[in-house]
């Protein structure tokens, strides 16, 4: 199979609102009023973390079918501390990300407890997000167009 490719579009409303399409979908990011937002969307990390939680959903229901395994509940809590200071500029002595993640996954299936946690070991190889955050992903910045006004 070839690859697929994901892109979206970004336009900048304000200094922390922005209106992004994918595919046919407008969706706002903004950021709270503690950071300067007007609290219209969730922010970036937020959104990263519920595509984080989309993916696990998805890769799950998937293998699980694979696995004649019925899910009746499934839910993700994702929690991840970020420390400020470099997003600021005020210190890069501390990452800009997230220190950490942790994942909490409830499920209520017709499996044992061991083939529940050989299905989660399954997600956590399969699912692109984890694999994007587990790992380091080349990225390559192009700048487009610059307009220097006087």
């Given at each position: 199979?070839?690859?697929?490719?994901?892109?979206?579009q970004?336009?900048?409303?304000?200094?922390?609102?922005?209106?992004?399409?994918?595919?046919?979908?407008?969706?706002?990011?903004?950021?709270?009023?503690?950071?300067?937002g007007?609290?219209?969307?969730?922010?970036?990390?937020?959104?990263?973390?519920?595509?984080?939680?989309?993916?696990?959903?998805?890769?799950?229901?998937?293998?699980?079918?694979?696995?004649?395994?019925?899910?009746?509940?499934?839910?993700?809590?994702?929690?991840?501390?970020?420390?400020?200071?470099?997003?600021?500029?005020?210190?890069f002595?501390?990452?800009?990300?997230?220190?950490?993640?942790?994942?909490?996954?409830?499920?209520?299936?017709?499996?044992?407890?061991?083939?529940?946690?050989?299905l989660?070991?399954e997600?956590?190889?399969?699912?692109?997000?984890?694999?994007?955050?587990?790992?380091?992903?080349?990225?390559?910045?192009?700048?487009?167009?610059?307009?220097?006004?006087?």
């Amino acid at each position: 199979m070839s690859t697929i490719r994901f892109s979206i579009q970004g336009k900048a409303f304000n200094a922390t609102k922005t209106e992004v399409t994918a595919r046919r979908f407008n969706i706002i990011v903004d950021e709270p009023k503690e950071l300067g937002g007007e609290d219209d969307a969730p922010n970036p990390v937020e959104y990263l973390l519920a595509g984080y939680a989309g993916c696990i959903n998805v890769v799950t229901q998937i293998i699980a079918k694979e696995k004649n395994i019925t899910i009746r509940d499934f839910r993700i809590d994702i929690h991840g501390d970020i420390n400020p200071l470099r997003l600021f500029g005020q210190s890069f002595d501390v990452r800009a990300g997230f220190q950490s993640l942790q994942v909490e996954i409830a499920i209520e299936a017709n499996a044992s407890q061991e083939e529940i946690n050989q299905l989660i070991d399954e997600v956590k190889q399969r699912c692109p997000v984890n694999d994007n955050l587990t790992n380091e992903t080349p990225v390559a910045y192009l700048l487009k167009q610059s307009f220097i006004l006087n």
